[in-house]
């Protein structure tokens, strides 16, 4: 499976935009980019996954780049609930399978 | 939104005995369950898939004796973790994929937290 690479951690501070960047140079054509968040002490939890184009839903936004090398999940306006682990995973569109990374740890402050 | 549970959400127990842990999707069939397991501070592991009527696929360096899956319906999925040790102790989390073609997202019960003594 092609591995991603993201920050340990990162903090942000309440009801201001997060950035969450995400390395992938070995993904292939037929892998889909999923992002999980983990709050403590709970099962993962879906956010978004793409392709090639940017998507957008009611949680938060993903921006791909251009050759498809890293991405970026975009909290529009984090709030204290935001803080977790978010991981971002790589998926082969023939496989339904996930292994999770070490993710970064989003610390949000009030 | 999909909804997994997971049966019991914390269990003690003592060295030796085993433990069945119930993963269930709610409203939704799943044609696949996959067990993770996750130690302390650190990421989830693939444990094993489970397709609904056949056998489990393990992954590598996981005892399929020792962590026994069913996955007999639909919506249940079993582990057993049998003659559990101190070193079983960890938080399982069971997830499932809708039967549809083409569902991506995958949807994740809220764990169970063994503890054996």
């Known amino acids: 499976d092609a591995k991603t690479t993201q920050p340990n951690s990162m903090e942000s501070n309440e009801e201001e935009p997060v950035h969450l960047p995400c390395n992938h140079s070995?993904?292939?054509?037929?892998?889909?980019i999923h992002w999980y968040r983990q709050l403590p002490s709970q099962g993962p939890e879906y956010v978004i996954h793409g392709l090639t184009s940017n998507v957008n839903n009611r949680m938060a936004s993903l921006a791909i780049a251009e050759d498809r090398k890293s991405s970026t999940l975009i909290l529009h306006r984090a709030t204290l609930r935001d803080a977790a682990v978010y991981y971002c995973?790589?998926?082969?569109?023939?496989?339904?399978?996930?292994?999770f990374g070490t993710g970064t740890r989003l610390t949000v402050i009030p | 939104g999909a909804v997994v549970s997971q049966h019991p959400s914390r269990v003690i127990c003592k060295s030796g005995t085993s433990v069945k842990i119930e993963c269930r999707s709610l409203?939704?069939?799943?044609?696949?369950m996959f067990w993770y397991r996750q130690f302390p501070k650190q990421s989830l592991m693939l444990m094993a898939t489970?397709?609904?009527?056949?056998?489990?696929?393990?992954e590598q360096g996981v005892e399929k004796d020792k962590f026994l899956i069913n996955h007999a319906s639909l919506t249940l999925s079993t582990l057993t973790v049998t003659s559990a040790h101190p070193e079983d102790s960890s938080f399982y989390i069971c997830?499932?994929?809708?039967?549809?073609?083409?569902?991506?997202?995958?949807?994740f019960g809220p764990g169970t937290r063994l503890t054996v003594l």
């Open positions: 409203d939704f069939q799943a044609t696949t």
């Open positions: 997830s499932a994929s809708p039967a549809s073609l083409g569902e991506d997202t995958q949807y």
């Open positions: 070995t993904i292939s054509g037929t892998d889909y």
């Open positions: 995973i790589l998926r082969d569109v023939w496989a339904n399978n996930l292994f």
């Open positions: 489970s397709n609904e009527g056949s056998k489990a696929t393990y």
